[in-house]
């Protein structure tokens, strides 16, 4: 009978302690293999300070896993890398490396795939194939960093999938980054993006960590928001605002809205007014991002007349609201576009 191996890189240091003292051996033996696989190692032998039988025991019922590289785009245009990444089971994600004055970011993903079926994204095509596990979410920054040769300072779970639908695991990967022994990365240069699953945004509340929390909101109105995204007709605007105030009185993290601008549907002075109206005393910022065209949805961007006709709005109704700068669109740097061009590839 084969043992199934567990996976030692989303173990936390406890769970190791646990394990090394289950086996008779001491309790610092789980900070030594704990600061191997955190800085990099891929092997059991690799571990020189752990005795050979004790890495051979090791070998035999964990693995250390690590993704590899299928393709490295660079935009011509900016600072931005696409890494196109196949897992152990061949399935594929994505991270993107982006470079800005205070550092570098690196966006990742959480699922193989997206069950939320945004109507502008690619990542949802083809449906949710599984959660990633939180040392594949540790993997695209540990190997995001190995292949640029750049030190990555913050982390945006904002790639392919919906992270409050892999809740778990993104929490294991959070208490891993920041953990001391392994990389201590600040929580509070950790953006979580998500579509609003209202219970899991209470859930992450009472954690009370100290990250980012961005809405992919892209409309003020149910009738709008239904249309773009399917998660809205379980909850609505008002409820998931309503969320996002608790996660502020919680927390003391304001919240940060995404609105991709798409022509003709949700980019008008109206639309413009209510959200405005409706974000008024949240204190929070709008992110107006210039859509990207996929190829396999209908949807276009606004024009960037209406983009900065929509921003003067907000700007002139006290709301602090931002465009984004287009990042690495010569590399369909958006979510979910190279894998699909992976997918089609392939079949």
């Excluded at 997206?114 to 990542?123: D, I, L, R, T």
């Excluded at 950790?190 to 859930?203: F, H, R």
């Excluded at 991002?289 to 960037?304: F, M, N, Q, Y």
Aim: charged residues 20%.
């Amino acid at each position: 009978m084969t043992m199934i191996k567990s996976d030692i890189k989303s173990m936390l240091l406890s769970e190791l302690e646990t394990y090394f003292l289950s086996i008779g051996e001491p309790k610092f033996r789980a900070k030594q293999v704990f600061g191997w696989i955190h800085g990099g190692a891929s092997r059991f032998d690799e571990m020189l300070n752990i005795s050979k039988p004790l890495r051979q025991k090791l070998d035999a019922e964990f693995y250390i896993n690590a993704p590899t590289l299928i393709t490295l785009s660079t935009s011509q245009a900016n600072e931005t890398t696409k890494f196109l990444w196949q897992m152990h089971d061949s399935a594929t994600i994505e991270s993107v490396l982006m470079q800005y004055a205070y550092g570098n970011t690196v966006c990742i993903s959480s699922q193989v795939g997206c069950a939320m079926g945004c109507a502008f994204c690619a990542s949802a095509i083809g449906g949710l194939e599984r959660n990633l596990n939180a040392s594949e979410m540790l993997n695209q920054v540990f190997f995001s960093q190995k292949e640029s040769g750049k030190k990555i300072s913050n982390v945006v779970i904002m790639g392919i999938g919906e992270p409050l639908d892999n809740f778990e695991n993104v929490i294991r990967f959070l208490k891993l980054i920041n953990h001391p022994a392994g990389l201590k990365m600040s929580l509070r240069k950790v953006t979580i993006s998500t579509c609003g699953i209202i219970e899991n945004i209470d859930k992450l509340a009472d954690y009370k960590i100290q990250s980012t929390l961005t809405v992919s909101l892209h409309a003020p109105d149910d009738e709008t928001r239904s249309r773009l995204m399917p998660i809205n007709r379980k909850y609505g605007v008002d409820r998931l605002l309503e969320a996002c105030n608790r996660y502020f009185s919680k927390t003391g993290r304001r919240v940060s809205y995404e609105y991709s601008m798409i022509d003709g549907v949700n980019d008008t002075s109206a639309h413009a007014e209510l959200l405005a109206r409706k974000l008024k005393c949240s204190g929070s910022h709008v992110n107006i991002i210039p859509l990207s065209d996929v190829p396999e949805r209908l949807l276009k961007g606004s024009s960037t007349e209406k983009i900065k006709a929509f921003l003067k709005i907000l700007n002139h109704c006290n709301i602090n609201a931002t465009v984004r700068r287009s990042l690495g669109q010569d590399i369909s740097a958006s979510c979910g576009q190279l894998r699909v061009r992976h997918i089609e590839k392939g079949s």
